[in-house]
């Protein structure tokens, strides 16, 4: 059966309580509107301080919320709290681990489904062994259809604004590296897009180091829902395409999965086309390459393409691969300088492509240059090795 909370957590144990307080809530329900956001930190804080003194009458206390307020912030008054965020020894908490998913659930799935559902929704991990997602196993369970359950009770709009206003390279959400500082600071006045990602689930530890100097964590998706989903949430805010992304989505599948470059060259120009004029006249993001990658990234990653970003190799960082089926497309993406292309030329000058000959059947070299002025693809070239 799945773990029970522990009785006796280090300093918590003077403290018992039946119920879970979420410590955030109030805060993040204003968070946009600043002012409101710290007075209502100031009340938080104050309720905490009063738990202080009453250490010899309670005996057990546990608190957990979407996201962790510093604790000079919010806790100043209550400096006896452990953190147990990312203890191995507590890890497996607040999901099911992969032994506990198969004891009790196993006779309700086959073979095939537990290896779908795993890809779905496992993948969860606070620096010990990855667990499931519950509300979204027992959603599946019962309505037996692969659908972002979790993601879906939620709309994450001011980590999307967040997002759009830091201008956040969106393919770095496949790998990002940080350390302890970064994951733990958190406040009104000062939000950090790693930071609110990982705290609000939409990233986990998928592999730390800690050392004499200190400890770094590499950060990425936890599942296909969370990639799938947040992916399809980011290009829509990138592109206002709700009518039309889901359209031109299918033919980029079919397209990659019939090796049919031009037909892909088509989609992602209608995609660019169809972005409103508006859209750019407040700022300079024609101007920006990150920002035409992280279109194109999004776009892929919210289909549920295989897609890596930021691959590196020895001679330098490749910007885009995507994998369907036996098929590998290797992209890179520039602003054109002038009238003459680039992006095809340095793949093929980097030799970024050798180090998948011989994984797959077919492997294609995909160059994009966009024009500023255009807003859209100037040149889109490719070659099959």
Not at 32 to 55: F, G, M, T
Not at 94 to 113: N, P
Not at 154 to 174: A, D, N, Q
Request: aromatic share 16%; hydrophobic share 35%; with cysteine.
């Amino acid at each position: 059966m799945p773990k029970k909370l522990p009785i006796g957590i280090s300093s918590f144990e003077k403290i018992r309580s039946d119920e879970y307080y979420y410590d955030d809530k109030p805060i993040l329900d204003r968070i946009e509107e600043r002012e409101k956001a710290r007075e209502i930190r100031e009340v938080l804080k104050s309720l905490y301080s009063v738990l202080k003194p009453l250490d010899s009458y309670l005996k057990f206390v546990f608190i957990t919320g979407v996201t962790k307020f510093s604790k000079v912030s919010l806790f100043s008054g209550l400096n006896q709290l452990k953190d147990i965020t990312l203890s191995s020894k507590y890890a497996t908490i607040c999901g099911y681990t992969q032994e506990e998913l198969e004891a009790v659930f196993g006779e309700l799935l086959t073979k095939e489904e537990l290896s779908a559902v795993r890809c779905w929704y496992n993948g969860y991990s606070f620096c010990g062994e990855p667990v499931y997602n519950p509300f979204d196993v027992l959603l599946y369970l019962s309505e037996r259809e692969f659908r972002p359950y979790w993601f879906e009770t939620g709309t994450p709009s001011f980590l999307v604004k967040l997002m759009f206003e830091k201008r956040f390279y969106l393919p770095k959400m496949e790998k990002f590296i940080t350390d302890e500082y970064l994951l733990g600071s958190f406040d009104v006045d000062r939000i950090e897009v790693p930071t609110l990602l990982f705290q609000a689930g939409y990233l986990t530890v998928k592999k730390w180091h800690s050392s004499i100097e200190g400890t770094y964590y590499v950060l990425s998706y936890p599942n296909k829902e969370v990639r799938s989903a947040l992916n399809r949430v980011l290009f829509y805010a990138l592109t206002s395409l709700e009518e039309e992304g889901g359209r031109l989505s299918l033919k980029a599948r079919e397209s990659l999965k019939r090796g049919d470059a031009e037909c892909f060259g088509e989609v992602l120009r209608s995609l660019f086309a169809s972005i409103p004029y508006e859209w750019y006249r407040k700022n300079n993001l024609n101007e920006y390459e990150g920002y035409y990658a992280s279109v194109v990234y999004s776009f892929l990653a919210g289909t549920g393409l295989e897609v890596v970003a930021e691959e590196y190799t020895s001679k330098g960082r490749i910007d885009l691969v995507v994998r369907v089926d036996e098929k590998l497309y290797v992209i890179e993406f520039k602003v054109m300088e002038g009238d003459k292309a680039r992006a095809l030329e340095e793949l093929k000058r980097k030799g970024y492509a050798e180090r998948y000959r011989g994984q797959v059947r077919e492997v294609y070299l995909v160059g994009i240059d966009f024009d500023a002025e255009e807003r859209n693809i100037k040149a889109f070239e490719w070659e099959r090795m």
